[in-house]
């Protein structure tokens, strides 16, 4: 149980393009959905916050405009970015929280964007 | 304000040898502790959690963690290392329900020696 799946696992965009990633819990509903972005070799920073229905808590330092985040039911949250560039190259995953074991964030398995 | 120090990026122990990755948090509350595995060019999967039950926390693929208070610690531990750990470990701490932002360690790559 408590699988969460995330597509595209990659992308090759040109630069000033939109893309879109989905995150999706699979056998739970997910309340609150988180996306993180990972640099190679570095941690995972949590870029917003979302619950299902409602607008993204967005960390400090992180355009809304930029990345664009939907909740809009309780099994899919989705990412886009917009007008990529290739600074937003990076691997993005995405974390799922249900009404089950609450305190636990299972996450997915990651998609790696590459922006040319 | 929460945070995680995981000491020691890059931790090698030989095969069959016990495994110790250290974890220590800051909390202004009482915790939520987690360790996570990620394998390369994939997301995370839990370990195990500490969430004020036992301190002594048993994982998944033979783990376990010891949450002490007086340490300020939650450190990982295996008895006897596999080569299919070879991993990069996180671990996270959280403010605990209601608010289940994690704060992420800097990880810990380990390497296993044949």
């Known amino acids: 149980g408590a699988v969460v799946s995330q597509h595209p696992s990659r992308v090759i965009c040109k630069s000033g393009t939109s893309v879109k990633i989905e995150c999706r819990s699979l056998d739970f509903q997910a309340t609150t959905m988180f996306w993180y972005r990972q640099f190679p070799k570095q941690s995972l920073m949590l870029m917003a916050t979302s619950n299902e229905g409602s607008k993204a808590t967005y960390e400090q330092g992180v355009e809304k405009d930029k990345f664009l985040i939907n909740h809009a039911s309780l099994t899919l949250s989705t990412l886009t970015v917009t007008s990529a560039h290739p600074e937003d190259s990076s691997f993005y995953i995405c974390?799922?929280?249900?009404?089950?074991?609450?305190?636990?964030?299972?996450f997915g398995p990651g998609t790696r964007l590459l922006v040319l | 304000a929460q945070s995680v120090t995981q000491l020691g990026s890059h931790v090698s122990v030989s095969e069959g040898a016990l495994v110790l990755l250290r974890c220590n948090y800051s909390?202004?509350?009482?915790?939520?502790l987690f360790w996570y595995v990620q394998y390369p060019n994939q997301g995370l999967q839990l370990l195990l959690k500490y969430t004020s039950a036992a301190t002594l926390v048993k994982g998944i693929n033979g783990f376990e963690a010891e949450f002490k208070k007086s340490e300020t610690s939650f450190h990982l531990t295996k008895p006897s290392a596999h080569m299919s750990d070879a991993a990069e470990y996180f671990c996270?701490?959280?403010?605990?329900?209601?608010?289940?932002?994690?704060?992420f360690g800097t990880g810990t790559r380990l390497t296993i020696i044949p």
């Open positions: 909390s202004s509350v009482p915790p939520y």
């Open positions: 996270a701490v959280s403010e605990g329900f209601g608010n289940e932002k994690l704060t």
């Open positions: 974390s799922a929280r249900g009404d089950r074991y609450q305190e636990t964030q299972y």
